[in-house]
């Protein structure tokens, strides 16, 4: 005569599945915690062969009017520049390739009417209330602003001035960032240098340790 497993094996089993579900949410939301994911486009005319060499970081006009933005910018972009194989130069005049940065931040707010966290939606349930009474009811709903941010890179021949790199990397969030958000997003600008892969494409990189 077969045996049918008891309830409280059955039990033992759903807990342990639960558990298991549970941890692998968990790692997954550590695993976002510590990596930052951005759209790519980049588009590219490295001549074949050429190796990356020593840089200089070139500014605007615009830009030399905010230089302590601009420094923020710069440093962020160091790294990402360094594992794509380039190096600081001491001196422009020395440099092989000048490099632009810059970034984009934009607010989303929701300033409609109807987006106002202390505006009625309107849209109405039924349930059961104080005093055991069905009626109808109302819901608030409120959603916190979002940041769309971008940093852009442009890489020059020194000698003729001729763009030869353009890559760009873009992502939102609950906030405009800090230095580690522009370092991953510069690393994720620079992932398949001096080629472009597919525009545009979704890049992950860690986050630096804080």
Known sequence: MLLSPSPHLHATRWLRGLALC??????AGCASLNSLASDVNSYSHWPAGRQP??????RLPSQQANPQQQDTLEAAARD?????????????????????????????????????????RGSMWYGRGF??????GFGLSYQSPRYEREVSMLIRDRKSGDVLYETRASNDGLSSGDSGTLAAMFAAALKDFPQTA?????????????
């Open 80 to 120: 990402a520049l360094a594992q794509a194989g380039f190096s600081e130069a001491a001196d422009a005049a020395s440099a092989d390739v000048s490099v632009q940065v810059s970034a984009r931040f934009t607010r989303q707010d929701y300033g409609s009417l109807y987006d106002d966290p202390f505006f009625w």
């Open 53 to 58: 060499s020593s840089y200089v970081f070139e």
């Open 22 to 27: 549970a941890s692998l949410l968990l790692l």
């Open 198 to 210: 597919v525009n545009p494409r979704r890049v992950t990189v860690p986050l630096a340790a804080r």
């Open 131 to 136: 005093g055991h009474w069905w009626g109808p």
